[in-house]
Every structure is written in structure tokens, then in C-alpha cells.
């Protein structure tokens, strides 16, 4: 039948079938990415937390201390993305070519998340950073950090060799109809089909969780910007709350609730943009993109501003030895603004972010 022929065909055209020699590539590249990125955990945690360890690492401080504080919680957030689609992905039956394209964003968002901090650590080793801290247990440290360096660009190779394989390196298809929202619901129905005799229950919560917080009106694919700014917040909390149990309530957790705040915020933006986490087929454009682009940019700037903060006191007519909370606060505010206005006033986009509409 011809209506068979064209279904049949469009499904070989934009899906790989089982036995594609791509396949197993992007599988090595998956496991490749989720192994450096669980080295990576344990080696950030370790070498900022364990107080012996960090005490004596040439990363100890700002401004290599500032990428790895933020790494450390983006790097989990995008392998979980990564994992939870995976029940989607069956061996005995065709992947769509724009799932794995799609996989393989995010695994290189992951390496370079991690490559970033690692060139980081190593500028601070090169130039000899705290080195009157340096004592027998900074050779280890290195030692791992050479350790996750090779993990990392074993990642980018196996990325690399996957992302050249001709029906994966085409241009893509119409990303609208598919994002990891949808396809994190679709896992979520899955999982509620084999709850046992809680199956129905659960089958009306997915259902009544799909209507209101997905599709409702004010759901995550209406409100993207909302519900980012609303996880943000409550991370910037979190974050806030954990400084506050080790170094008591003080002025400075102001400091941790703002900076914590935006840094999620413009990494939930411009990251859920690039991997297409909520897709719309008609993507903000015009002032509302610029406007977009210029507070999660605003946003961005704040752990920068943080990390480089002992050059940048001049701005605000003050220095590193006379600066308190209060002129802390005035440097972020001023550095986000000045951001703002330049990117408003900008000709064009500079960054690219697929959402719908801007909420707040």
C-alpha cells in the first residue's frame, strides 16, 4: 500500500535499525561520558570538601574554586537527563536519529562541563597557586586530576567518533516534536504499567501530573522561564541553608542565596535551550528573545563576577581590603546590570534559547 510504504520509509529515514554500526558508538560514547562524570564527582568532592585534601590543592581558591562549585551540581543534573531516557532506548527495536542526536549533545555538554573545570585546575597548577600550601599530598591530587584528564578525553574521542557516523552528523529534523520532557513522561507511564497493584493509582497520578504540571496552563511547556526560576530558587536555598549549618547565619548567606539562585537559573536556560529539554514550535523571538537573553546572560555573569571579584572592585570605587557584604552585593548588582543593558542593546541574540514564551 503507498500510505504503508511512505510510514515505512519516513521511520527507516529518520531512525537507526537494529545492527547499525552507529549504535554501539554512541553506547561507548554514553559510557565513556557517565564514567568520567562519576570520577569527576568523587574527585570534586573530595578535593573541596575533605578540608585536609583541599587545604593543600593549587584549586583551593577563587577563581578556579568558583567552576568547580558550580560544575559539580550542573554535571549530575545533565547525566540524570541522560539515564532517565535510556528505558526508551531498546535494543531490538530502531532509535530515532534525533534521540540519540539528541544523547549525544548532552554527553559533550557533560565532558565540556567537566573539561572546563579540569583547564581550570590546570591553569592553577601551572601557575603555581597557593603554592606555600603545597606539601606531599599535592603530587595525589595532581595525580588525580592527570587521572580524570585522560577519563575526560577518552569521553570526547568516543563523542567524537560517534557524532561523525553519516546518519548522525545530518542536519537535524524537526526537533519540536521531540524533547526530554516528553520523553521523561513517557518513562514516567512506563514505569506506572508495572507498579503491580498500585498500577492503577499510579496510572491517575501520571495522567493528573501530564495535565496540570506538563500541559496545564500553568505547566512547564506554557512557563519554562517560571518553573526555572522556581527550581533556581529553591536550589539557591538549599545551597544557603547547607552554608548556613557550617558557618552559622552571617550577612555573607545573602551572597550564597544570590549567587546560587542565578548561576542555576542561567545554566537551566541557556543548557535546557541547547539540549532541547522543553521544546516549543514556536520559540521566543523578536525583544521577548532579547529580553530573554539578557536577563539569563545578567544571571550568568553573577558567578563570574564572584570568581574575579579581587579585579573588579574598581567598578564599584572600592578594594579587596575595604570590602564588606554590603559592597559585595552592590558588585553583583552592578556587574548583572551592566550585562543586561548590554546584551538588551545588543543587534542581535548572542545565545540561542528554544522556549516558548517568557513568564515570570
Not at 585536609?52 to 568558583?66: F, I, M, N, V
Not at 536519529?97 to 590546570?122: E, F, K, P, V
Amino acid at each position: 500500500m503507498p500510505t504503508g510504504s511512505a510510514s515505512e520509509a519516513d521511520i527507516l529515514a529518520t531512525s537507526l535499525p537494529v545492527g547499525d554500526p552507529a549504535r554501539p558508538l554512541v553506547k561507548r560514547a554514553l559510557y565513556c561520558a557517565m564514567l568520567a562524570a562519576l570520577f569527576f564527582e568523587c574527585f570534586a568532592v573530595v578535593t573541596t570538601e575533605v578540608g585536609s585534601l583541599r587545604a593543600h590543592s593549587p584549586w583551593q581558591d577563587d577563581p578556579y574554586d568558583a567552576v568547580v562549585s558550580s560544575t559539580m551540581f550542573f554535571v549530575p543534573l545533565v547525566c540524570g537527563l541522560c539515564l532517565v531516557r535510556l528505558p526508551l532506548f531498546r535494543r531490538d527495536a530502531p532509535l530515532p536519529i534525533q534521540r540519540l542526536r539528541d544523547l549525544l549533545r548532552a554527553i559533550w555538554l557533560t565532558a565540556s562541563l567537566i573539561g572546563l573545570t579540569l583547564a581550570a585546575d590546570w591553569v592553577s597548577v601551572a601557575l603555581g597557586a597557593d603554592r606555600a600550601m603545597w606539601n606531599r599530598r599535592t603530587p595525589a591530587l595532581i595525580a588525580m586530576l592527570a587521572a580524570e584528564s585522560a577519563l575526560t578525553a577518552g569521553a570526547f574521542i568516543a563523542i567524537g567518533l560517534a557524532s561523525l557516523r553519516p546518519n548522525l552528523a545530518r542536519p537535524s529534523h524537526d526537533r519540536s516534536r521531540i524533547d526530554w520532557l516528553g520523553d521523561v513522561m513517557a518513562v514516567v507511564v512506563q514505569a506506572s504499567t508495572h507498579a503491580g497493584p498500585l498500577k492503577e493509582m499510579a496510572s491517575r497520578i501520571t495522567r493528573w501530573f501530564q495535565r496540570t504540571a506538563v500541559d496545564g496552563r500553568l505547566g512547564l511547556r506554557c512557563h519554562p522561564l517560571l518553573w526555572a526560576a522556581t527550581a533556581s530558587f529553591a536550589f539557591g536555598a538549599l545551597l544557603t541553608a547547607g552554608a548556613a549549618q557550617e558557618e552559622g547565619f552571617s550577612p555573607v548567606l545573602i551572597v550564597f542565596l544570590i549567587v546560587g539562585t542565578c548561576g542555576m537559573f542561567a545554566f537551566l536556560v541557556m543548557g535546557g535551550g541547547y539540549l532541547g529539554v522543553v521544546r516549543s514550535a514556536q520559540p521566543a523571538s523578536g525583544t521577548r528573545r532579547r529580553l530573554i537573553d539578557a536577563v539569563t546572560l545578567a544571571c550568568a555573569s553573577a558567578p563570574v563576577t564572584i570568581a574575579f571579584r579581587d579585579s573588579l572592585w574598581w567598578l564599584i570605587g572600592t578594594r579587596a581590603a575595604d570590602a564588606r557584604v554590603l559592597q559585595l552585593v552592590v558588585l553583583l548588582a552592578f556587574g548583572s546590570a551592566l550585562v543586561f543593558l548590554v546584551v538588551l542593546g545588543a543587534k542581535r541574540s548572542p545565545v540561542s534559547i528554544e522556549l516558548p514564551r517568557l513568564s515570570g
